[in-house]
Protein backbone atom coordinates (compact mmCIF):
# COMPACT_ATOMS: atom_id res chain seq x y z
CA UNK A 1 0.00 0.00 0.00
CA UNK A 2 1.70 3.29 -0.91
CA UNK A 3 0.58 6.06 1.46
CA UNK A 4 0.84 9.69 0.26
CA UNK A 5 4.33 10.88 1.32
CA UNK A 6 2.51 14.45 3.27
CA UNK A 7 1.02 12.20 5.15
CA UNK A 8 3.72 9.85 6.01
CA UNK A 9 5.38 13.11 7.14
CA UNK A 10 3.34 13.93 9.24
CA UNK A 11 1.97 11.03 11.22
CA UNK A 12 5.85 10.08 11.63
CA UNK A 13 6.01 13.58 13.78
CA UNK A 14 2.80 12.81 15.28
CA UNK A 15 3.47 9.27 16.78
CA UNK A 16 7.85 9.70 16.89
CA UNK A 17 8.65 6.62 18.35
CA UNK A 18 5.20 5.24 17.99
CA UNK A 19 5.75 5.35 13.95
CA UNK A 20 6.98 2.44 13.40
CA UNK A 21 4.23 0.15 14.40
CA UNK A 22 1.67 2.14 13.34
CA UNK A 23 3.64 1.72 9.45
CA UNK A 24 4.00 -1.81 10.29
CA UNK A 25 -0.42 -2.13 10.62
CA UNK A 26 -0.74 -0.84 6.70
CA UNK A 27 1.17 -5.03 5.82
CA UNK A 28 -2.02 -6.42 8.20
CA UNK A 29 -5.61 -6.81 7.58
CA UNK A 30 -7.94 -3.65 8.79
CA UNK A 31 -10.10 -4.81 11.91
CA UNK A 32 -13.95 -6.40 11.38
CA UNK A 33 -16.35 -6.41 13.48
CA UNK A 34 -20.37 -6.58 14.38
CA UNK A 35 -22.51 -4.99 16.94
CA UNK A 36 -25.40 -6.67 18.51
CA UNK A 37 -28.87 -5.49 18.38
CA UNK A 38 -30.57 -5.93 21.41
CA UNK A 39 -33.86 -5.08 20.59
CA UNK A 40 -33.95 -8.07 18.34
CA UNK A 41 -31.55 -10.42 19.58
CA UNK A 42 -29.30 -11.86 22.68
CA UNK A 43 -25.76 -12.34 22.48
CA UNK A 44 -26.32 -16.07 23.27
CA UNK A 45 -28.84 -16.18 20.45
CA UNK A 46 -26.41 -14.69 17.97
CA UNK A 47 -23.45 -16.64 18.94
CA UNK A 48 -25.58 -20.17 18.14
CA UNK A 49 -26.36 -18.90 14.51
CA UNK A 50 -22.72 -17.54 13.07
CA UNK A 51 -20.08 -20.00 12.29
CA UNK A 52 -16.94 -18.43 14.69
CA UNK A 53 -16.28 -16.80 17.75
CA UNK A 54 -16.91 -13.53 19.09
CA UNK A 55 -14.44 -11.12 21.00
CA UNK A 56 -15.50 -7.48 22.56
CA UNK A 57 -13.62 -5.06 21.79
CA UNK A 58 -12.84 -2.55 24.70
CA UNK A 59 -14.93 0.31 22.37
CA UNK A 60 -18.45 -0.62 23.32
CA UNK A 61 -20.29 -3.64 25.27
CA UNK A 62 -22.04 -4.25 22.26
CA UNK A 63 -19.23 -4.54 19.91
CA UNK A 64 -17.20 -7.58 18.78
CA UNK A 65 -14.18 -8.35 16.74
CA UNK A 66 -14.84 -11.12 13.92
CA UNK A 67 -12.28 -12.61 11.63
CA UNK A 68 -11.38 -11.14 8.48
CA UNK A 69 -12.53 -13.87 5.92
CA UNK A 70 -16.25 -13.98 6.98
CA UNK A 71 -18.32 -12.26 5.00
CA UNK A 72 -20.65 -10.55 7.56
CA UNK A 73 -23.41 -9.77 5.19
CA UNK A 74 -24.32 -13.14 3.59
CA UNK A 75 -25.42 -14.18 7.12
CA UNK A 76 -29.25 -14.19 7.62
CA UNK A 77 -29.08 -12.61 10.97
CA UNK A 78 -27.81 -9.33 9.07
CA UNK A 79 -30.79 -9.55 6.91
CA UNK A 80 -32.76 -9.99 10.35
CA UNK A 81 -31.09 -6.94 11.74
CA UNK A 82 -29.55 -9.07 14.75
CA UNK A 83 -26.33 -6.86 14.38
CA UNK A 84 -24.60 -4.37 12.14
CA UNK A 85 -20.90 -4.61 10.38
CA UNK A 86 -19.14 -1.95 12.10
CA UNK A 87 -15.76 -1.47 11.90
CA UNK A 88 -14.78 -1.99 15.86
CA UNK A 89 -13.51 1.64 17.03
CA UNK A 90 -16.07 3.29 15.45
CA UNK A 91 -18.47 2.44 18.67
CA UNK A 92 -16.57 4.40 20.76
CA UNK A 93 -17.96 7.72 19.55
CA UNK A 94 -22.09 6.51 20.65
CA UNK A 95 -19.99 5.41 24.03
CA UNK A 96 -19.33 8.81 24.71
CA UNK A 97 -22.18 10.10 23.56
CA UNK A 98 -23.92 7.81 26.49
CA UNK A 99 -27.72 8.25 25.03
CA UNK A 100 -30.42 7.40 28.20
CA UNK A 101 -34.44 6.07 27.34
CA UNK A 102 -36.28 8.62 26.93
CA UNK A 103 -34.23 11.67 25.60
CA UNK A 104 -34.08 13.14 22.19
CA UNK A 105 -31.07 12.51 20.11
CA UNK A 106 -29.78 14.39 17.20
CA UNK A 107 -27.40 11.99 15.15
CA UNK A 108 -26.97 15.06 12.71
CA UNK A 109 -24.06 13.55 9.87
CA UNK A 110 -26.12 9.95 10.22
CA UNK A 111 -25.57 8.42 6.82
CA UNK A 112 -24.78 4.91 6.42
CA UNK A 113 -26.67 4.36 9.98
CA UNK A 114 -23.93 2.48 11.70
CA UNK A 115 -23.98 5.28 15.17
CA UNK A 116 -27.94 6.05 14.34
CA UNK A 117 -28.77 2.55 14.83
CA UNK A 118 -26.38 1.94 17.96
CA UNK A 119 -27.96 5.35 19.73
CA UNK A 120 -31.50 3.69 18.75
CA UNK A 121 -30.82 0.14 20.63
CA UNK A 122 -29.61 1.86 23.28
CA UNK A 123 -32.82 4.29 23.56
CA UNK A 124 -34.54 1.16 23.77
CA UNK A 125 -37.72 2.31 21.80
CA UNK A 126 -38.11 5.31 24.44
CA UNK A 127 -37.38 8.93 23.12
CA UNK A 128 -36.96 10.05 20.00
CA UNK A 129 -33.51 9.42 17.47
CA UNK A 130 -33.41 12.06 14.45
CA UNK A 131 -30.68 11.25 11.66
CA UNK A 132 -30.09 14.08 9.30
CA UNK A 133 -28.32 13.28 6.12
CA UNK A 134 -27.30 15.74 3.93
CA UNK A 135 -26.38 13.97 1.16
CA UNK A 136 -29.26 13.03 -0.38
CA UNK A 137 -27.97 9.94 -2.27
CA UNK A 138 -26.91 8.31 1.02
CA UNK A 139 -30.41 8.95 2.90
CA UNK A 140 -32.11 5.66 0.86
CA UNK A 141 -29.47 3.46 3.12
CA UNK A 142 -29.59 5.18 6.45
CA UNK A 143 -33.33 4.57 6.05
CA UNK A 144 -32.88 0.67 4.94
CA UNK A 145 -30.89 0.19 8.19
CA UNK A 146 -32.72 1.72 10.70
CA UNK A 147 -35.81 -0.38 9.53
CA UNK A 148 -33.40 -3.31 9.76
CA UNK A 149 -32.48 -2.89 12.78
CA UNK A 150 -36.05 -2.83 13.91
CA UNK A 151 -35.95 1.29 15.29
CA UNK A 152 -39.33 2.74 15.51
CA UNK A 153 -38.74 6.08 17.22
CA UNK A 154 -36.64 8.23 14.40
CA UNK A 155 -37.45 10.36 12.11
CA UNK A 156 -34.96 10.41 9.12
CA UNK A 157 -34.12 14.28 7.71
CA UNK A 158 -32.66 15.02 4.06
CA UNK A 159 -31.15 18.84 5.35
CA UNK A 160 -28.44 21.27 5.81
CA UNK A 161 -27.20 21.04 9.11
CA UNK A 162 -27.35 25.09 9.37
CA UNK A 163 -31.13 25.22 8.24
CA UNK A 164 -32.22 22.25 10.67
CA UNK A 165 -30.76 22.98 14.21
CA UNK A 166 -31.65 26.96 13.54
CA UNK A 167 -35.14 25.37 12.93
CA UNK A 168 -34.99 23.16 16.28
CA UNK A 169 -33.58 25.77 19.22
CA UNK A 170 -32.29 23.29 22.25
CA UNK A 171 -34.34 20.53 21.31
CA UNK A 172 -32.39 17.66 21.94
CA UNK A 173 -30.54 16.17 25.31
CA UNK A 174 -28.03 14.97 23.26
CA UNK A 175 -26.00 15.85 19.84
CA UNK A 176 -23.42 13.91 17.68
CA UNK A 177 -21.51 15.43 15.44
CA UNK A 178 -19.72 12.44 13.55
CA UNK A 179 -18.06 14.57 10.98
CA UNK A 180 -17.25 14.31 6.99
CA UNK A 181 -13.15 14.19 7.56
CA UNK A 182 -10.30 13.42 5.55
CA UNK A 183 -11.09 9.77 6.10
CA UNK A 184 -7.49 8.64 7.20
CA UNK A 185 -8.83 5.71 9.64
CA UNK A 186 -10.49 4.19 6.38
CA UNK A 187 -7.18 4.02 4.26
CA UNK A 188 -6.70 0.13 5.12
CA UNK A 189 -10.06 -0.63 4.16
CA UNK A 190 -10.75 2.01 1.32
CA UNK A 191 -8.39 3.06 -1.58
CA UNK A 192 -10.29 5.37 -2.46
CA UNK A 193 -9.73 7.37 0.43
CA UNK A 194 -5.87 7.21 -0.39
CA UNK A 195 -6.78 8.75 -3.43
CA UNK A 196 -8.88 11.55 -2.47
CA UNK A 197 -6.49 12.73 0.26
CA UNK A 198 -4.52 15.42 0.20
CA UNK A 199 -3.12 18.14 2.87
CA UNK A 200 -5.64 21.04 0.88
CA UNK A 201 -8.37 18.25 1.82
CA UNK A 202 -7.35 18.13 5.62
CA UNK A 203 -7.88 22.35 5.85
CA UNK A 204 -11.03 21.97 3.92
CA UNK A 205 -12.15 19.25 6.16
CA UNK A 206 -11.52 21.38 9.59
CA UNK A 207 -13.24 24.14 8.36
CA UNK A 208 -16.16 22.46 7.61
CA UNK A 209 -16.26 20.38 10.41
CA UNK A 210 -15.93 23.81 12.00
CA UNK A 211 -19.16 25.21 11.23
CA UNK A 212 -21.24 22.12 10.99
CA UNK A 213 -20.34 22.21 14.86
CA UNK A 214 -21.69 25.82 15.10
CA UNK A 215 -25.01 24.43 13.80
CA UNK A 216 -25.17 21.86 16.16
CA UNK A 217 -24.44 24.07 19.07
CA UNK A 218 -27.75 25.65 18.19
CA UNK A 219 -30.10 22.39 18.78
CA UNK A 220 -28.16 21.79 22.30
CA UNK A 221 -30.85 22.78 24.86
CA UNK A 222 -28.90 23.61 28.37
CA UNK A 223 -27.37 21.50 30.37
CA UNK A 224 -27.04 18.78 26.99
CA UNK A 225 -24.14 16.45 25.48
CA UNK A 226 -22.47 17.19 22.80
CA UNK A 227 -20.50 14.73 20.90
CA UNK A 228 -17.97 15.64 18.36
CA UNK A 229 -16.24 12.94 16.31
CA UNK A 230 -14.20 11.73 13.00
CA UNK A 231 -12.13 8.45 11.81
CA UNK A 232 -9.07 10.64 10.70
CA UNK A 233 -5.75 10.54 12.54
CA UNK A 234 -5.33 14.57 11.64
CA UNK A 235 -4.61 16.45 14.87
CA UNK A 236 -5.88 19.72 12.63
CA UNK A 237 -9.62 18.27 12.61
CA UNK A 238 -9.55 17.16 15.81
CA UNK A 239 -7.99 18.61 18.30
CA UNK A 240 -8.14 21.69 16.27
CA UNK A 241 -11.40 22.06 15.65
CA UNK A 242 -12.16 21.16 19.26
CA UNK A 243 -10.36 24.14 20.89
CA UNK A 244 -11.57 26.37 17.91
CA UNK A 245 -14.74 25.80 19.26
CA UNK A 246 -14.35 26.25 23.06
CA UNK A 247 -12.36 29.20 21.59
CA UNK A 248 -15.51 30.76 20.66
CA UNK A 249 -18.34 28.97 23.14
CA UNK A 250 -17.34 29.87 26.53
CA UNK A 251 -20.71 28.42 27.20
CA UNK A 252 -19.20 24.66 26.92
CA UNK A 253 -16.19 22.27 28.73
CA UNK A 254 -14.99 19.79 27.65
CA UNK A 255 -15.60 16.85 29.94
CA UNK A 256 -14.27 13.03 30.04
CA UNK A 257 -15.32 10.89 27.09
CA UNK A 258 -16.37 7.85 29.07
CA UNK A 259 -14.13 5.87 26.68
CA UNK A 260 -11.85 3.14 27.51
CA UNK A 261 -10.33 1.54 24.64
CA UNK A 262 -7.37 3.88 22.59
CA UNK A 263 -5.93 6.63 24.06
CA UNK A 264 -6.22 9.91 26.04
CA UNK A 265 -6.01 13.26 24.16
CA UNK A 266 -6.52 16.88 24.91
CA UNK A 267 -6.42 17.14 28.32
CA UNK A 268 -6.77 13.30 29.20
CA UNK A 269 -10.24 14.32 28.13
CA UNK A 270 -10.87 13.25 24.34
CA UNK A 271 -10.12 9.62 23.09
CA UNK A 272 -7.73 8.79 19.69
CA UNK A 273 -7.78 5.38 18.39
CA UNK A 274 -4.78 4.51 15.98
CA UNK A 275 -4.59 0.87 14.61
CA UNK A 276 -2.27 0.27 17.26
CA UNK A 277 -5.45 0.10 19.85
CA UNK A 278 -7.25 -2.56 18.40
CA UNK A 279 -9.22 0.00 15.84
CA UNK A 280 -9.23 1.36 12.24
CA UNK A 281 -8.83 4.76 13.70
CA UNK A 282 -11.38 7.46 15.53
CA UNK A 283 -11.55 10.49 17.57
CA UNK A 284 -13.92 11.57 20.01
CA UNK A 285 -14.57 14.71 22.40
CA UNK A 286 -17.17 14.95 24.61
CA UNK A 287 -18.73 18.52 25.54
CA UNK A 288 -21.58 19.66 27.81
CA UNK A 289 -23.44 22.34 27.54
CA UNK A 290 -23.75 24.77 30.54
CA UNK A 291 -26.94 25.55 32.07
CA UNK A 292 -29.79 23.54 33.35
CA UNK A 293 -32.69 21.20 30.73
CA UNK A 294 -36.07 23.16 30.09
CA UNK A 295 -38.76 20.82 32.38
CA UNK A 296 -40.97 21.60 29.48
CA UNK A 297 -40.95 21.69 25.70
CA UNK A 298 -41.78 24.31 22.98
CA UNK A 299 -43.21 21.37 21.10
CA UNK A 300 -46.03 18.78 22.01
CA UNK A 301 -47.15 15.72 20.90
CA UNK A 302 -48.91 14.77 17.33
CA UNK A 303 -52.75 14.58 17.53
CA UNK A 304 -53.42 10.77 16.00
CA UNK A 305 -55.63 10.17 13.80
CA UNK A 306 -58.89 8.37 14.19
CA UNK A 307 -57.54 4.44 13.07
CA UNK A 308 -59.78 3.45 9.89
CA UNK A 309 -61.77 0.26 10.68
CA UNK A 310 -59.98 -1.47 8.20
CA UNK A 311 -56.58 -0.79 9.87
CA UNK A 312 -57.43 -2.15 13.08
CA UNK A 313 -59.19 -4.73 11.54
CA UNK A 314 -55.71 -5.53 10.35
CA UNK A 315 -53.72 -5.02 13.31
CA UNK A 316 -56.15 -7.12 14.95
CA UNK A 317 -56.14 -9.63 13.43
CA UNK A 318 -51.96 -9.71 12.59
CA UNK A 319 -50.84 -8.55 16.09
CA UNK A 320 -50.72 -9.90 19.49
CA UNK A 321 -49.75 -6.03 21.30
CA UNK A 322 -52.09 -3.24 21.32
CA UNK A 323 -50.92 -0.54 18.50
CA UNK A 324 -48.30 1.55 19.07
CA UNK A 325 -47.04 4.92 18.40
CA UNK A 326 -49.36 8.07 17.03
CA UNK A 327 -51.68 6.85 14.17
CA UNK A 328 -51.11 9.09 11.10
CA UNK A 329 -51.71 9.79 7.64
CA UNK A 330 -50.43 11.08 4.99
CA UNK A 331 -51.95 10.44 1.48
CA UNK A 332 -52.90 6.35 1.03
CA UNK A 333 -50.08 6.02 3.63
CA UNK A 334 -50.42 5.42 7.67
CA UNK A 335 -47.80 6.24 10.43
CA UNK A 336 -46.85 5.70 13.39
CA UNK A 337 -44.95 8.09 14.90
CA UNK A 338 -42.86 8.29 18.26
CA UNK A 339 -44.97 9.19 21.20
CA UNK A 340 -42.50 12.45 21.80
CA UNK A 341 -43.03 15.89 21.21
CA UNK A 342 -42.11 16.68 17.42
CA UNK A 343 -41.66 19.98 15.96
CA UNK A 344 -43.95 20.55 12.17
CA UNK A 345 -41.83 18.64 10.47
CA UNK A 346 -42.75 20.52 7.07
CA UNK A 347 -39.97 22.78 5.55
CA UNK A 348 -37.36 19.99 7.08
CA UNK A 349 -37.01 17.65 4.31
CA UNK A 350 -38.00 14.77 6.69
CA UNK A 351 -38.43 11.36 4.64
CA UNK A 352 -39.95 9.14 7.01
CA UNK A 353 -41.01 9.99 10.63
CA UNK A 354 -42.01 6.73 13.00
CA UNK A 355 -42.74 3.73 11.36
CA UNK A 356 -44.66 3.11 7.87
CA UNK A 357 -47.77 1.11 8.97
CA UNK A 358 -48.57 0.42 5.24
CA UNK A 359 -51.15 1.97 2.61
CA UNK A 360 -54.71 1.66 1.83
CA UNK A 361 -55.43 -0.33 -1.36
CA UNK A 362 -59.09 -0.72 -2.28
CA UNK A 363 -60.43 -0.63 1.43
CA UNK A 364 -57.64 -2.55 2.92
CA UNK A 365 -53.95 -2.09 4.24
CA UNK A 366 -51.10 -3.37 2.22
CA UNK A 367 -48.25 -3.72 5.37
CA UNK A 368 -44.96 -2.97 4.58
CA UNK A 369 -41.37 -4.79 5.95
CA UNK A 370 -40.41 -2.05 8.02
CA UNK A 371 -43.84 -2.60 10.78
CA UNK A 372 -42.80 -6.55 10.73
CA UNK A 373 -39.03 -5.73 11.41
CA UNK A 374 -39.93 -4.04 15.10
CA UNK A 375 -41.64 -6.98 16.28
CA UNK A 376 -40.72 -10.04 17.81
CA UNK A 377 -42.29 -13.39 16.65
CA UNK A 378 -44.20 -13.15 20.19
CA UNK A 379 -45.79 -10.30 19.29
CA UNK A 380 -47.62 -11.70 16.41
CA UNK A 381 -50.29 -14.10 16.05
CA UNK A 382 -48.35 -16.05 13.12
CA UNK A 383 -45.12 -17.22 12.34
CA UNK A 384 -42.99 -19.45 10.77
CA UNK A 385 -39.66 -19.97 13.13
CA UNK A 386 -37.10 -20.90 10.65
CA UNK A 387 -33.70 -21.77 11.28
CA UNK A 388 -30.30 -20.24 10.30
CA UNK A 389 -29.47 -23.21 7.57
CA UNK A 390 -32.60 -24.21 6.72
CA UNK A 391 -33.14 -24.48 2.85
CA UNK A 392 -36.92 -22.81 3.35
CA UNK A 393 -34.92 -19.29 5.22
CA UNK A 394 -32.74 -19.27 2.06
CA UNK A 395 -35.73 -19.77 -0.53
CA UNK A 396 -37.75 -16.65 1.45
CA UNK A 397 -34.28 -14.49 1.28
CA UNK A 398 -34.23 -15.12 -2.63
CA UNK A 399 -38.18 -13.67 -2.76
CA UNK A 400 -39.70 -16.97 -3.43
CA UNK A 401 -42.75 -18.82 -2.34
CA UNK A 402 -42.67 -21.22 0.54
CA UNK A 403 -44.42 -23.92 2.00
CA UNK A 404 -46.60 -23.49 5.60
CA UNK A 405 -49.14 -24.70 7.22
CA UNK A 406 -52.39 -25.04 5.96
CA UNK A 407 -53.86 -24.19 8.82
CA UNK A 408 -52.60 -20.35 8.88
CA UNK A 409 -54.28 -17.77 6.83
CA UNK A 410 -53.52 -14.12 6.76
CA UNK A 411 -50.09 -12.40 7.22
CA UNK A 412 -47.68 -14.38 8.81
CA UNK A 413 -43.69 -12.99 9.86
CA UNK A 414 -40.59 -15.34 9.01
CA UNK A 415 -38.44 -15.46 11.66
CA UNK A 416 -34.58 -16.52 11.63
CA UNK A 417 -33.45 -18.37 14.83
CA UNK A 418 -36.17 -16.62 16.91
CA UNK A 419 -35.50 -12.68 14.78
CA UNK A 420 -38.13 -11.69 12.43
CA UNK A 421 -36.69 -11.06 9.25
CA UNK A 422 -39.50 -10.58 6.97
CA UNK A 423 -43.46 -11.09 6.30
CA UNK A 424 -45.75 -12.73 3.72
CA UNK A 425 -49.09 -13.54 3.70
CA UNK A 426 -50.35 -17.38 4.11
CA UNK A 427 -52.73 -19.13 2.08
CA UNK A 428 -53.54 -22.48 0.82
CA UNK A 429 -50.43 -24.11 2.59
CA UNK A 430 -47.80 -21.61 1.24
CA UNK A 431 -46.63 -17.90 2.19
CA UNK A 432 -46.48 -15.59 -0.71
CA UNK A 433 -43.12 -13.57 -0.17
CA UNK A 434 -43.55 -9.91 0.43
CA UNK A 435 -39.48 -9.82 1.16
CA UNK A 436 -38.29 -6.41 -0.43
CA UNK A 437 -37.31 -7.14 -4.14
CA UNK A 438 -34.21 -4.78 -3.01
CA UNK A 439 -33.24 -6.28 -0.33
CA UNK A 440 -33.41 -9.94 -1.48
CA UNK A 441 -30.40 -12.50 -1.84
CA UNK A 442 -29.46 -13.96 -4.95
Known sequence: MELPQAFVERMREQ???EAPAFFDSYQKPPFR?????????TLENLKKSLPFSLFQTPFSPLSYYVPDDQKIGSFPMYHAGAFYSQEPSASSAVTALSPQPGERILDLCAAPGGKSTQIGALLN?????WSNEVVSSRVSILLSNIERMGIRNAVISNCEPEHLCASLPEFFDRVLVDAPCSGEGMFRRDSRAIEEWSPEHVKSCAVRQLAILESAQKALMPGGILVYSTCTFSEEENEGVIEAFLKNHSE????DSGISGGRPALAAKARRIYPMDGGEGHFAAKLKKSGEKALESLFSEPKPIKVPDFVQKFWEDTFKIPMFGIPASVGDQFLLLPKVPLPILKGLNVRRAGILLGKERKG??????ALFMTLAPQNLQRCLMLSHDSPELKAFLRGE??????KLSGYAAVAVDGVTTGFGKCSGGFLK?????GLRVH
Do not use: T, V
Open 15 to 17: LRE
Open 33 to 41: GIRINPLKC
Open 125 to 129: GKGLL
Open 252 to 255: FELI
Open 364 to 369: RLEPEH
Open 401 to 406: QILASD
Open 433 to 437: NHYPK
